[in-house]
């Protein structure tokens, strides 16, 4: 069967650094997107990885290694507005996307 | 229109009853896409769509059929609703049958509540 593990929810103070981290196991690996779901909206697109590596974007950064089917959101100089569900998905073998459960994170000032 | 339209935005159903949520896209995507989200479980695909003319199965169909006459449109009917079908039901689309360098596009999301 196909898997994406993410945890549940996870706690940050306003101006910290916090790491999401997403492991996978599923049939084929064509990449792996990150969204962002602020509570009753729609995801929006983050980032994307393909290749093993880090992708940085401002504030926000992706990990991919595929070895060890892990990835990671790195989310720096943290903000209230970043309070949301951050979604992982990976693009499998058929070029589909299979979603992870989510992570909810919570910023407190 | 920029994106994709969902509508109705909320709706209170009786058991029963027949639905359709609609959604329109004016990206000229070949792809759309029917999910459902719900508390712990993260979005499941109900149907898809890869291009005009052609539907499939995603992971969760039992109880939603789909139709794609054109490239804008992909209605999601409930031929009988259920209060095992009470979620958040997204739209989505993408360039084409696959997921690119830019996944999906997500509509604003319908909250349907069978009771």
């Known amino acids: 069967g196909q898997n994406i593990d993410q945890p549940t929810e996870m706690t940050a103070t306003e101006g910290a650094i916090v790491q999401i981290n997403c492991t996978y196991q599923t049939s084929g690996f064509n990449g792996l997107f990150w969204y962002q779901q602020h509570a009753g909206e729609a995801p929006t697109f983050l980032s994307y990885?393909?290749l093993d590596g880090l992708e940085e974007k401002g504030r926000f950064s992706s990990f991919l290694s595929r070895s060890k089917g892990y990835s990671y959101l790195l989310l720096k100089e943290l903000q209230m507005k970043d309070s949301a569900s951050y979604l992982c998905?990976?693009?499998?073998?058929?070029?589909?996307?299979?979603w992870g459960a989510g992570t909810k994170l919570i910023i407190k000032p | 229109i920029a994106g994709i339209t969902q509508a109705p935005t909320s709706q209170i159903l009786a058991a029963g009853r027949r639905m359709t949520l609609r959604c329109t896209q004016d990206m000229r995507h070949n792809a759309m896409y029917w999910y459902r989200q719900d508390l712990g479980l993260g979005l499941r695909l109900i149907h898809y769509s890869n291009t005009a003319g052609t539907t499939g199965k995603g992971e969760v169909p039992d109880g939603y059929s789909v139709s794609r006459a054109n490239t804008d449109d992909f209605p999601l009917t409930l031929a009988s609703a259920v209060p095992s079908q009470t979620s958040v039901y997204f739209c989505a689309s993408s360039e084409t049958g696959g997921a690119g360098l830019y996944g999906y596009t997500f509509g604003s999301g319908t909250r349907l509540t069978v009771v």
């Open positions: 998905a990976v693009v499998d073998s058929n070029y589909q996307l299979i």
């Open positions: 990885n393909v």
